[in-house]
């Protein structure tokens, strides 16, 4: 079977879709498609893909709506929606977007009745919702547990991007004087530059990094933290949070999903739902350790259930 994965391009920088193009190549036919352009009017490769001839076509993240889906000559599709993308229009935020959310919600219905949707989620509650709209599976990720990091004195580590908390509300609750180091790193998704740093009134003990980490730069950072923020507000699966439980960081983080589906605030880690009382980190040690052994735990029935993926996507379109 051949299989068309269109992706965010972004991910070709983060190589954060790899672990499921991985488990789809073992069985299938595996091309991607790199998705760019801007987020209103993105370039789906829609020429490239037909003459290809897939079987299906997964996209990842992004659904377009329903005129470009007419456009692919293969029609069966598989949706990969994202928790974190919810939140990139906030009708709070924007009054204009109220408009945006009636239109996506007919383009859904539409959507829906013209090519009986199917969806993968990585996330609890975007379970419960797509699965009213079409044949969903849900698959809750967790990566292969890592060393123990070493937890002698508090070091920070925070990775601010566009989308990701704001640094200068992180100060209003995080006592910054009770960390030996801080690592604040700047970088988007993409590898641009995110330099906020100089509107920010930064304590001695931080080192600033404004650049993109190679991989041995990242672990040697890594090696040395055993604090982190979870940078964003929620998450679609959370690969950075998932990856600093991993290694027994303690991780605190905003009282959303992808967060609160795999943290227990202080059984194994911290959530926060304001910034209007400082954060105790007094028992960070234990947090850390515990956090690595739920990752621990939850790996070994993701590698039991991973591969079901695989048959759910062979006889999806089979009848019963």
């Known amino acids: 079977m051949k299989i068309a994965f269109v992706d965010d391009y972004c991910h070709k920088k983060t190589n954060s879709t790899n672990f499921l193009v991985n488990i789809l190549k073992k069985e299938f036919e595996i091309k991607r498609f790199w998705r760019n352009g801007i987020i209103t009017f993105p ?6 893909i037909n003459k290809w001839n897939p079987d299906k076509i997964i996209f990842f993240q992004r659904i377009p709506i329903f005129t470009i889906l007419k456009k692919f000559n293969c029609k069966k599709f598989i949706f990969i929606p994202m928790y974190d993308s919810k939140g990139f229009f906030n009708i709070k935020k924007n009054p204009i977007n109220l408009f945006r959310s009636i239109f996506l919600k007919v383009n859904d219905i539409i959507t829906d009745l013209l090519f009986k949707t199917k969806f993968i989620t990585f996330s609890n509650s975007d379970f419960k919702d797509f699965s009213k709209r079409g044949k969903t599976i849900l698959l809750n990720y967790y990566p292969k547990p890592k060393k123990q990091v070493q937890q002698k004195k508090p070091i920070l580590f925070f990775w601010e991007r566009v989308d990701s908390l704001p640094f200068s509300k992180l100060m209003k609750i995080i006592n910054f004087n009770k960390f030996e180091k ?17 509107f920010y009134d930064l304590p001695k003990n931080v080192i600033v990094i404004d650049k993109w980490l190679s991989k041995n730069e990242y672990e040697k950072i890594m090696n040395k933290t055993n604090i982190a923020v979870a940078p964003r507000l929620c998450e679609g699966i959370g690969h950075s949070f998932l990856d600093y439980m991993s290694r027994g960081i303690c991780v605190f983080a905003f009282n959303d999903s992808t967060h609160n589906e795999y943290i227990k605030h202080e059984i194994n880690g911290l959530l926060f739902k304001d910034y209007d009382n400082l954060i105790n980190f007094q028992n960070w040690k234990k947090l850390g350790k515990n956090a690595r052994k739920s990752i621990k735990n939850g790996y070994v029935d993701w590698e039991l259930n991973k591969h079901k993926l695989i048959n759910w996507i062979t006889y999806l379109d089979k009848p019963k």
Do not use: A, K, T
């Open 43 to 48: 370039n789906y490769n829609i020429v490239e």
């Open 182 to 198: 801080i690592y604040f790193m700047q970088r988007n998704d993409d590898g641009s530059e995110c330099l906020h740093h100089s």
